[in-house]
């Protein structure tokens, strides 16, 4: 199974810019799709971003034209550009994997957006 942990979450001020960072590592598996979701407390998870091998993007209604992600074109490397953020973007971020082995998920990383 692959191995996903997340970076670069943190404390922004609103209309502040973060990016996120996914790691995948492992071996011996195909990779399908690499995607971001997000918790917020109280709530369901829901998706933030997703990108297939073949490039195609897709983005949840929330964050539509603020976020942007992208795959290193080498390895199991995910980014995740946020602008514009806003305090109701607050929650934990997820990324995941999806392999011929089935889906990984990484344990999280907080953003805060607050003034």
């Known amino acids: 199974q692959a191995q996903v942990r997340e970076s670069g979450g943190g404390t922004v001020q609103p209309g502040g810019s973060l990016r996120l960072t996914c790691d995948a590592s492992g071996s011996g598996f195909t990779t399908y799709a690499m995607g971001w979701y997000r918790q917020a407390p109280g709530k369901e998870r829901e998706l933030v971003a997703t990108i297939v091998v073949n490039g195609e993007t897709r983005y949840g209604d929330s964050v539509k034209g603020r976020v942007t992600i992208s795959r290193h074109r080498i390895g199991n490397t995910a980014y995740l550009q946020m602008n514009s953020l806003k305090p109701e973007d607050t929650a934990v971020y997820y990324c995941?994997?999806?392999?011929?082995?089935?889906?990984?998920w990484g344990q999280g990383t907080q953003v805060t957006v607050s003034s």
């Open positions: 995941n994997i999806r392999t011929n082995w089935g889906v990984s």
